[in-house]
């Protein structure tokens, strides 16, 4: 069964502070992992995906297989950051490119 | 093309109604997916389609629920005899596939269903 997983609901930092948001997953196979984001009253959007190893408004998130783990992090928060952040999951059965989301984790920068 | 756009944004129904919703994808991408998204929950995968075929439903979409892409542009989603747990934000997503590796999927605002 493919599956994402976010332990934190809610994170919150200070501005200038590292941030790292969690995800783990569960596939047999070799997924495609991507962390969307939606900020306040906008809709989901793309923020980076694994396979292209780039760092988007200072992002970065390694694949770790031996850990089924797709990190998102930071080191430096801004408060523009603040938004909703899910960890998704393509597993490519089928051919579909369906995504499987995990819950989220609200992230809060103080100023 | 501003990008995905769904009408309507919003949709209060009572129990029992039937409610359509509609999604304009981003102009020639071949595949459209619709997500349903409850409060707390990250989307969940309903169906997609490839042009006009309707390849893949999820197990979340029980009978009461039909979708189509009858030219393969925009789509419609239909709920028949709306139940309170049918509640949620209807969420559609299209992308270009078969042009490179991955095919971004953008999404659309949603459509928020309220049924009393």
């Known amino acids: 069964a493919q599956r994402v997983t976010q332990p934190e609901k809610l994170l919150s930092v200070f501005k200038g502070a590292p941030v790292e948001l969690k995800c783990n997953y569960s596939y047999s196979g070799s997924p495609e992992l991507f962390w969307y984001v939606q900020y306040s009253r906008q809709r989901l959007q793309l923020l980076l995906r694994h396979i292209s190893r780039e760092s988007i408004k200072g992002f970065t998130a390694d694949l770790n297989k031996g850990e089924t783990s797709f990190h998102l992090k930071k080191p430096f928060a801004q408060e523009e950051d603040s938004a909703m952040y899910y960890c998704?999951?393509?597993?490519?059965?089928?051919?579909?490119?369906?995504?499987?989301f995990g819950k989220g984790t609200k992230l809060t920068v103080n100023p | 093309d501003t990008g995905v756009s769904q009408n309507p944004r919003h949709k209060i129904t009572k129990r029992g109604q039937n409610v359509t919703f509609r999604c304009d994808p981003i102009s020639e991408h071949n595949r459209l997916y619709w997500y349903r998204q409850t409060l707390g929950q990250g989307p969940e995968f309903l169906t997609y389609?490839?042009?006009?075929?309707?390849?893949?439903k999820s197990r979340l979409l029980s009978d009461r629920f039909s979708a189509e892409r009858p030219k393969g542009s925009f789509s419609t989603l239909e709920i028949q005899r709306t139940e309170q747990g049918d509640s949620a934000m209807y969420l559609c997503a299209s992308s270009l596939f078969g042009t490179s590796l991955y095919n971004e999927q953008f999404f659309g605002p949603g459509t928020r269903l309220t049924v009393l």
């Open positions: 998704a999951l393509n597993g490519r059965q089928g051919g579909s490119e369906k995504l499987v």
């Open positions: 389609f490839q042009n006009e075929a309707q390849l893949e």
